[in-house]
């Protein structure tokens, strides 16, 4: 009868290990999950403010530069205008404009499209991912080749 007790308790116990150890894995899963979801905040704080910066960088410059830009236009115009009469040579400058200026603005919109945000995040996630999955040996090429 002792051997019979004895057994009991020792599966009462691996129940409660059991539990246990599901507990932990579900605060570890948990505190994964929280640690991912500061990283995105902070890298896409880190994100939003370098595009702020930058954008502010570039509508200052910009405006200096339309400027200087619009003045130098209107001496090429009344320069081509001496020989092809004002109508015309604004016409020529305009469309000259318009065909380098929207190839320099779809460059530009290839660029920023181009930029990944939250890259570390996303790399960080997958690798999690296939940690949970049981493919933990494998650890994914992160995005600076490391």
Not at 10 to 34: M, T
Not at 52 to 75: E, F, M, P, R
Not at 90 to 105: C, I, Q, S
Not at 118 to 141: F, N, R, T, Y
Request: charged share 20%; with cysteine; hydrophobic share 55%.
């Amino acid at each position: 009868m002792v051997e019979d007790s004895m057994g009991l308790l020792s599966q009462k116990d691996d129940r409660v290990g059991l539990a246990a150890h599901l507990s932990q894995l579900a605060d570890g899963v948990s505190r994964l999950v929280a640690q991912h979801v500061r990283l995105a905040r902070h890298e896409l704080a880190q994100d939003a403010r370098v595009a702020v910066n930058d954008s502010a960088w570039l509508v200052c410059c910009a405006a200096i530069a339309l400027l200087g830009y619009a003045l130098l236009q209107v001496t090429l115009a009344l320069l081509i205008g001496r020989r092809l009469g004002l109508e015309l040579s604004f016409a020529l400058v305009a469309a000259a404009n318009l065909a380098l200026g929207g190839a320099g603005a779809w460059a530009a919109w290839a660029r920023m499209k181009a930029r990944p945000v939250l890259k570390s995040s996303l790399a960080e996630l997958e690798q999690s991912a296939s940690a949970l999955k049981g493919e933990g040996a494998k650890i994914p090429e992160r995005a600076n080749g490391k």
